[in-house]
T-cell receptor
Framework: TQLLEQSPQFLSIQEGENLTVYCNSS?????LQWYRQEPGEGPVLLVT?????EVKKLKRLTFQFGDARKDSSLHITAAQPGDTGLYLC???????????FGQGTRLTINP | DARVTQTPRHKVTEMGQEVTMRCQPI?????VFWYRQTMMQGLELLAY????????DSGMPKDRFSAEMPDATLATLKIQPSEPRDSAVYFC???????????????FGPGTRLTVL
């Protein structure tokens, strides 16, 4: 069974600070996705990383896929209250549309 | 703006009652997923369908849960009889046909918050 572990589970920081969230597995994935979920809504895809070592940037968010395609990180620079939410990583395997989700990191940015 | 829709958004019921949740996937999406989300367990896959056929329902308690796709525009998840431990948010998600670019992205609906008393 493939598992994804996210850390930390909870993070509360002040506006303007930087943070990193981690997603780790002992299994190799063909791609990894990051979703953000706001209260009362379903998860929404932020990014997909496919190549080992790949780095993608989305404004103040930087996503990295590990060289061995077993782990990923999400770094937020100068966090803002609008970044508050549940961040989920999800691993995918080639040819399969079923995703393996991590438990999530619940992020709170205080004004 | 194409979105996955789910009804009802909230449901409160008593133990033993039947609960039916409905989902309309995005037009053109042929893969449908049902998830359950709780604080303790996170997001759990219950079942998924491709072209209306069930591919995997191993995450679903078979004795009380059933999932169907009567047609391409409707997916249902039924619990009978419901129990307090079924209280959770149930999400439906849909995805593009396998082989198309972005075929492993899932588009989630807003969820049905179920409370079983």
């Amino acid at each position: 069974t493939q598992l994804l572990e996210q850390s930390p589970q909870f993070l509360s920081i002040q506006e303007g600070e930087n943070l990193t969230v981690y997603c780790n597995s002992s299994s190799v994935f063909s791609s990894l996705q990051w979703y953000r979920q706001e209260p009362g809504e379903g998860p929404v895809l932020l990014v997909t990383v496919v190549t080992g070592g790949e780095v993608k940037k989305l404004k103040r968010l930087t996503f990295q896929f590990g060289d061995a395609r077993k782990d990923s990180s999400l770094h937020i620079t100068a966090a803002q209250p609008g970044d508050t939410g549940l961040y989920l990583c999800a691993g995918a395997n080639q040819g399969a549309q079923k995703l393996v989700f991590g438990q999530g990191t619940r992020l709170t940015i205080n004004p | 703006d194409a979105r996955v829709t789910q009804t009802p958004r909230h449901k409160v019921t008593e133990m033993g009652q039947e609960v039916t949740m409905r989902c309309q996937p995005i037009l053109g999406h042929n893969t449908v997923f049902w998830y359950r989300q709780t604080m303790m367990q996170g997001l759990e896959l219950l079942a998924y369908f491709r072209n209306r056929a069930p591919l995997d329902d191993s995450g679903m308690p078979k004795d009380r849960f059933s999932a169907e796709m009567p047609d391409a525009t409707l997916a249902t998840l039924k619990i009978q009889p419901s129990e307090p431990r079924d209280s959770a948010v149930y999400f439906c998600a849909s995805g593009l046909p396998l082989g198309l670019a972005g075929d492993n992205e899932q588009f989630f609906g807003p969820g049905t918050r179920l409370t079983v008393l």
